[in-house]
């Protein structure tokens, strides 16, 4: 058994009735020109020769003995595939905002734990000729990085599929009896605890030289936060909105396409980073969302962004990642100012993220985890807490590299890649973000409570770029 990291275990002990924790994507493909029949079954006979690659694939959940620590993950054995791969036919006309809405059920519906954690949904019967296929995998068995290491397993670069070695012979192994499991188990919560109490140790002069940093004046004579908080770190208590509220099982869902070209003018004539612009473009159509609804808040929304923590060239399916928080400057009506404030402002939480994220505990055991976690989770979510509560948060904006090649699938040329990823407790938006050759695909879930017009607020995406495209333009002239 090979068992979950304390990061991996959380996205189980999160999971509730209304907050399912799997990550998903919506990609569009052009059907093979050759191809007759069913574009389902020819993509389950090519997926069943690579499952292989991603061993993950081929994992479910274990308990550990009495609870004691995380669960773990063991070989599947025979597989349920009429479970994993399904197909569906959207009825006529087939439009994209029935496929959004079909997506957004999709979403809402969890993973069966007693299976290995992820389901492919064929969609078919779209107006555009297009076929869908909808990617779901539980965030405890892969993070973004992890994600993409599954994608290059399945992608070629040409139409041809290539060739892969078959799997190896697999091992008959001997299951442990009760009460080996039980000795293991003990000696594995030792383990671990002994082992992360040493790496706190020596992380103790390290902690504290970090905090130092971070607390004592500053001696270049820049000040600290606008609000009097501690020197370079910004007041990062965010204002409420609509957006941080309980979360109900119901979702809704936006995709939207952005020109990567366009993104890349403004960040060249502005000496911003295209991630700096995609926030940009962000901060825009929440701003103009919120202005309509007359909920904009005085004060800046702030955005949690995960950054990943996974070496270059590790293809580990476990998570890896850390987060900052960052202002997006939603109260500046001026576009590039907006840009530049975020600008600056990305650049001293990075530099936070960067102090702590080195002395932040990368797993943790805790003895009955597996039980006591999910209660609390659930005790928070029937509370209504986060209706009430302050946050430093309103909602997630996240930035995956992908693909800057055209890739394929079973011989069908990648169109689309959307991210459909996790609305939480009081930050029930989630903005993912991907780019794509010449695309930036953006992802907006959310749960409906929060944002039941998530195609209002995707059909703002495009003219904030545009905004900020023209102003950049208007600025170099």
């Not at 501690?230 to 939207?256: C, S």
């Not at 195609?455 to 495209?469: I, M, Q, R, S």
Request: aromatic share 6%; proline share 8%; hydrophobic share 45%.
């Amino acid at each position: 058994m090979k068992g979950l990291t304390g990061i991996d275990a959380t996205f189980l002990y999160m999971e509730t009735p209304d907050t399912p924790m799997h990550v998903a994507g919506l990609t569009l493909y052009e059907r093979p020109a050759n191809l007759q029949g069913s574009f389902f079954e020819h993509f389950k006979a090519f997926f069943l020769e690579r499952i292989h690659l991603a061993p993950i694939f081929e994992k479910k959940l274990a308990r550990r003995v009495l609870e004691l620590d995380h669960p773990g993950w063991v070989d599947a054995g025979e597989m349920d595939f009429d479970y994993h791969l399904r197909e569906i036919s959207l009825p006529a006309p087939g439009n994209w905002a029935q496929l959004e809405a079909l997506v957004a059920d999709l979403h809402a519906t969890h993973l069966d734990r007693s299976k290995p954690l992820w389901q492919f949904t064929v969609i078919e019967g779209l107006e555009s000729g297009l076929v869908a296929i909808y990617t779901k995998i539980h965030h405890a068995a892969v993070d973004g990085g992890g994600g993409m290491a599954i994608a290059a397993a399945m992608y070629d670069m040409g139409p041809t599929p290539r060739k892969v070695k078959p799997p190896p012979p697999k091992k008959t192994v001997r299951v442990p009896s009760i009460e080996e499991r039980a000795i293991l188990g003990i000696n594995d919560v030792i383990q671990s605890l002994a082992r992360q109490h040493l790496k706190a140790m020596e992380a103790i002069p390290q902690f504290l030289g970090t905090m130092t940093d971070m607390l004592a004046p500053r001696r270049d004579g820049a000040s600290g936060s606008d609000s009097g908080g501690l020197p370079g770190i910004p007041d990062m208590l965010a204002p409420k909105t609509p957006f941080n509220v309980t979360v109900k099982k119901q979702r809704t869902f936006a995709a939207r396409e952005l020109s990567l070209a366009d993104a890349k003018i403004v960040a060249k004539a502005t000496g911003a980073k295209i991630n700096d612009v995609v926030m940009a473009v962000c901060s825009g159509a929440i701003r103009h969302y919120l202005e309509a609804k007359k909920k904009l808040p005085k004060k800046p929304l702030v955005a949690f962004v995960p950054i990943s923590l996974r070496a270059p060239g590790d293809e580990d399916s476990s998570n890896q990642v850390f987060g900052m928080l960052c202002p997006i400057a939603t109260e500046i009506a001026d576009p590039l100012e907006r840009l530049q404030a975020i600008r600056k402002l990305s650049v001293d939480s990075k530099n936070l993220a960067g102090s702590v994220k080195d002395v932040a505990p990368k797993d943790f055991t805790l003895l009955g985890a597996p039980i006591l976690l999910p209660g609390l989770a659930q005790l928070y979510g029937s509370s209504g807490l986060a209706d009430v509560m302050p946050s430093t948060t309103n909602l997630t904006i996240s930035n995956v590299p992908g693909p800057p090649i055209p890739v394929f699938c079973a011989g069908a040329k990648v169109v689309a890649m959307y991210p459909v990823s996790i609305p939480v407790h009081g930050i029930a938006l989630n903005i993912t973000v991907q780019s794509y050759v010449d695309k930036l695909d953006f992802g907006i879930t959310a749960a409906q409570a929060a944002l039941p017009d998530a195609d209002a607020l995707g059909d703002l995406f495009a003219p904030a770029l545009a905004e900020l495209k023209a102003a950049a333009q208007a600025q170099t002239t």
